[in-house]
């Protein structure tokens, strides 16, 4: 059984950071890729960044020079550092990682909210 725990989320006013960490647990081996998504109401999941072993991270472009992914392999951990937060990063923030040979597994975390208000 595989358990990915996050933290990390809050409210945080327009402009300021947060930083999320999901640590993976359990029967996990061979991580492919780590990474988070979001999901805001009324909208669909949406990759936010991933990061590869050995690949070229991702992010998407709405959150490109704002957010930065990285990873600390000796602990299963995968961050993401947001700074320059906007009301429109409001979501559920997920962290996902692909395992197994063969990157056969996805595993979820259980989300962790983040909202931007003033």
């Known amino acids: 059984q595989v358990h990915l725990v996050e933290s990390g989320g809050g409210l945080v006013q327009p402009g300021g950071s947060l930083r999320l960490s999901c640590a993976a647990s359990?029967?996990?081996?061979?991580?492919?890729?780590m990474g988070w998504y979001r999901q805001a109401p009324g909208k669909q999941r949406e990759l936010v960044a991933s990061?590869?072993?050995?690949?070229?991270?991702n992010y998407a472009d709405s959150v490109k020079g704002r957010f930065t992914i990285s990873r600390d392999n000796a602990k299963n951990t995968v961050y993401l550092q947001m700074n320059s937060l906007k009301p429109e990063d409001t979501a559920v923030y997920y962290c996902n990682v692909v395992w197994g040979y063969g990157a056969g597994f996805s595993s979820w975390g259980q989300g962790t909210q983040v909202t931007v208000s003033s």
């Open positions: 359990g029967s996990i081996f061979s991580i492919n890729a």
């Open positions: 990061k590869p072993s050995g690949g070229n991270t």
